[in-house]
């Protein structure tokens, strides 16, 4: 009876055993097999711009008057570090930006294309603080290569509605690699 017993807790014991060194082999494999992203970044620094334009419609007939439209824009600036952690050039090949609203909508915009870009700072001076240098669409980084600069966003909505929101994430697309999204915090609360 004794040997009946010895016998069944050294089954256990022998698969126990078994079942840890696979455990252990595994992890160790996945470990030291574990390679970092290809391609990793950050958003340095986001910027606000809210831009409010009254403009007046329509001339109006004799005694009326025409009438007055608003609009309600944001600019966003952020300025963007990407590196590649890769053993190959890596392609940058276009940029946008996803924003949930505080309904729940999704809402994408493209970043501004090199010539839109310079022509935000002319038509809107009080952005000239933010100027700085552009991060540039089709660019290949070599490996270990850091590249730098400034990504413009427009949305039509006020700041209330940028300040209610769930999320805002910039997301850079490179040629036969996944995508890297970048986040950007929504306020407390959210």
Known sequence: MDEERNSGKRSLLIVLVATVIVVVTIAAYVYIDEKPPVVAGQILK????PIHTEMRVGAGAQGVQGGMDTYDQLLITAEVQVRNQGTYPIYLHDMWSNLTTSTGDQERCLAANNTDF??????????????????????????????????????PMTKDQWDARHSFQAVLAFTNQKDLVLPWPAPPGK
């Open 46 to 49: 986001l910027d606000i711009t």
């Open 118 to 155: 310079q022509s935000v700072f002319v038509a809107y001076p009080q952005m000239a603080s933010f100027k700085a240098e552009p991060l540039l669409r089709d660019i290949t980084l070599q490996p270990g290569q850091i590249a730098h600069g400034l990504v413009i966003f427009h949305y």
